[in-house]
């Protein structure tokens, strides 16, 4: 499985963007698939998470009702939509897929990984 992260930009805080993760070289409509974020000098942290179905979804308290993950198994494609951005949102963006039939919320549980997206929110 090959994930392709995009969408990431600058943008002033209140600001929104939306991230998406396309996979390619094997269908992820039996995946998990989570985003997390790794600001410099710090631990790559949860993000979001999204079940195969679509039907649940997980989200670290820092983003709670401010992000959005969904998914389009048609497309095999994840989205983030972020709003309401804060600064302290600005890190490297990732989207990771989990052969999981729940939503994984730590890094190790993820078996496939793309490169980041970067966000930067200024104030």
């Known amino acids: 499985v090959q994930l392709q992260a995009s969408g990431g930009g600058l943008v002033q805080a209140g600001g929104s963007l939306r991230l998406s993760c396309a996979a390619s070289?094997?269908?992820?409509?039996?995946?998990?698939m989570g985003w997390f974020r790794q600001a410099p000098g710090k631990e790559r942290e949860f993000v979001a998470t999204?079940?195969?179905?679509?039907?649940?979804?997980n989200y670290a308290d820092s983003v709670k009702g401010r992000f959005t993950i969904s998914r389009d198994n048609a497309k095999n494609t994840v989205y983030l939509q972020m709003n309401s951005l804060k600064p302290e949102d600005t890190a490297d963006y990732y989207c990771?897929?989990?052969?999981?039939?729940?939503?994984?919320?730590?890094?190790?549980?993820?078996?496939?990984w793309g490169q980041g997206t970067q966000v930067t929110v200024s104030s």
């Open positions: 990771a897929a989990a052969q999981a039939g729940f939503t994984p919320t730590t890094p190790k549980q993820y078996n496939y």
């Open positions: 070289g094997r269908t992820v409509t039996s995946y998990a």
């Open positions: 999204i079940s195969w179905t679509g039907r649940t979804t």
